[in-house]
């Protein structure tokens, strides 16, 4: 059984970076190109917005909405993939989730963390 | 870019009615992308529908999707009441795509 846990601080400052790691365990992150490994975010009271995802390989493909702002990474030594987004306002603040995606040859994730919530806020 | 709308936004029914959902696509998707998701409050969301028609592991046979090309259906045959939740289509093309969902409430 996959399990997916995001880590990182609950706080950030506006204008600061917001950083957060998932760690896979029950599974490797370098386990094919069949997976990919994806953030996604939910506004308090609100809907699900894709953030970006990367394959084991270390190619990403960002939400455009995002993309200036945004870098996933993995380390498959330590079986975990990282989010960093720079310049955060008070519309960064979510749940951020981390999710393991099926992309052949369906699209969609099967295993989610549990979340973690992130507020900006000086 | 493919836009997915959800209707209604909130479904009012009472435990043991049919719920019907619907997601609409702002552009032909091949079903295979195409996904449903639970989500109850507090939790991440839960993969009960994949490649449009195909339930998950362990999702009951109360829930069924249909649908092609734009139009996708999410159905829940009786209402029980764990049922009441918050329903998400996505889309996957060269990135995902959600829904904005529909609530599902007691009624």
């Known amino acids: 059984q996959v399990q997916l846990q995001e880590s990182g601080p609950g706080l950030v400052k506006p204008s600061q970076t917001l950083s957060l790691t998932c760690t896979v365990s029950?599974?490797?992150?370098?386990?094919?190109?069949?997976?990919?490994w994806s953030w996604i975010r939910q506004p308090p009271g609100k809907g699900l917005e894709w953030i970006g995802y990367?394959?084991?390989?270390?190619?990403?493909y960002y939400n455009p909405s995002l993309k200036s702002r945004l870098t996933v990474s993995v380390d498959t030594s330590k079986n975990q993939f990282s989010l960093k987004l720079t310049s955060v306002t008070a519309a960064d603040t979510a749940v951020y989730y981390c999710?393991?995606?099926?992309?052949?040859?369906?699209?969609?994730?099967?295993?989610w963390g549990q979340g973690t919530l992130v507020t900006v806020s000086s | 870019e493919i836009v997915l709308t959800q209707s209604p936004g909130t479904l009012s029914l009472s435990p043991g009615e049919r719920a019907t959902l619907s997601c609409r696509a702002s552009?032909?998707?091949?079903?295979?992308?195409l996904a449903w998701y639970q989500q109850k409050l507090g939790q991440a969301p839960r993969l009960l529908i994949y490649?449009?028609?195909s339930r998950a592991t362990g999702i009951p046979d109360r829930f069924s999707g249909s649908g092609s090309g734009t139009d996708f259906t999410l159905t829940i045959s009786r209402l029980e009441p764990e049922d009441f939740a918050v329903y998400y289509c996505?889309?996957?093309?060269?990135?995902?795509?959600f829904g904005p969902g529909t609530k599902v409430d007691i009624k």
């Open positions: 996505q889309h996957y093309g060269t990135g995902f795509t």
């Open positions: 490649g449009a028609s």
């Open positions: 029950g599974g490797s992150i370098n386990s094919g190109g069949y997976y990919s």
């Open positions: 990367i394959y084991y390989s270390g190619s990403t």
């Open positions: 999710a393991r995606a099926l992309v052949v040859p369906q699209g969609y994730f099967d295993y």
């Open positions: 552009q032909s998707v091949s079903s295979s992308y």
